[in-house]
């Protein structure tokens, strides 16, 4: 499947959320279309049964795990939104984020989200590589190739609380050091966050004031 074509299916122009869909790794697509595996599903999903309109979610999980879960919201009537903003690495490099996992969940999502009918205007699931920020050491040359969540890479609250959005679910092992700034904000606008790891339902939580460097960082 062509990037353009994957990238029309996940971020369809009537969408109200179209807008914010990344298009890095549809463009890499093209120029290196990864092999789509086998392993993709999926998944059962514990935490939420049923579409909630007034809610968005963030499912903040690794490589190929967020399209998956994406999908399985996509079944609940939700419109996954991939954030994923990772490039390449350089020609004899070694990537620090593996995005090769994720360019081939795309294509195989793109297929089956083709399968399901959603509303343009439904709630949107945002969704994040949980290693977009990962560091290893290795003894080969290197490229650093990871990449933070900054305030423009979400709607805003005004934006949110327009279409109707009260509520956000993030779904992940941890709430990360970018999304909190993101997420306090909305907060300090009337915007509820909760969280879960996957388990069991969402409980609502308070995201404390980050430090200015760190709020002017990600801002």
């Known amino acids: 499947m062509k990037g353009r074509i994957a990238y029309e299916i996940w971020a369809p122009s009537?969408?109200?959320?179209?807008?914010?869909v990344r298009p890095v790794q549809?463009?890499?697509i093209d120029k290196t279309e990864p092999r789509v595996h086998d392993d993709l599903s999926i998944p059962k999903i514990f935490y939420i049964s049923e579409l909630k309109?007034?809610?968005?979610?963030?499912v903040d999980l690794p490589d190929k795990h967020g399209v998956e879960e994406g999908l399985a919201l996509a079944k609940l009537g939700y419109l996954p939104v991939p954030l994923y903003n990772g490039t390449d690495p350089q020609l004899g490099?070694?990537?620090?984020?593996?995005?090769?996992k994720i360019r081939a969940a795309l294509i195989w999502g793109a297929t089956e989200l083709f399968k399901i009918a959603?509303?343009?205007n439904a709630p949107p699931a945002f969704l994040l590589d949980s290693n977009r920020s990962y560091k290893r050491r290795t003894s080969s040359p290197s490229?650093?190739?990871?990449?933070?969540?900054?305030?423009?890479?979400?709607?805003?609250s005004d934006y949110l609380l327009k279409n109707e959005i009260t509520k956000i679910i993030v779904r992940g092992r941890i709430i990360q050091k970018d999304l909190s700034v993101i997420l306090y904000r909305f907060q300090q606008k009337?915007?509820?966050?909760y969280f879960t790891e996957g388990y069991k339902e969402a409980k609502e939580v308070s995201i404390k004031k980050p430090p200015k460097k760190?709020?002017?960082?990600f801002g």
């Open 14 to 20: 009537a969408g109200i959320w179209s807008g914010w």
């Open 26 to 28: 549809f463009v890499a």
């Open 53 to 58: 309109p007034d809610a968005a979610i963030i």
């Open 93 to 100: 490099a070694m990537a620090m984020v593996d995005n090769s």
């Open 118 to 120: 959603i509303p343009q």
């Open 143 to 156: 490229f650093d190739n990871g990449w933070d969540l900054y305030g423009q890479d979400l709607p805003t």
């Open 190 to 193: 009337g915007i509820k966050i």
């Open 214 to 217: 760190i709020a002017k960082f």
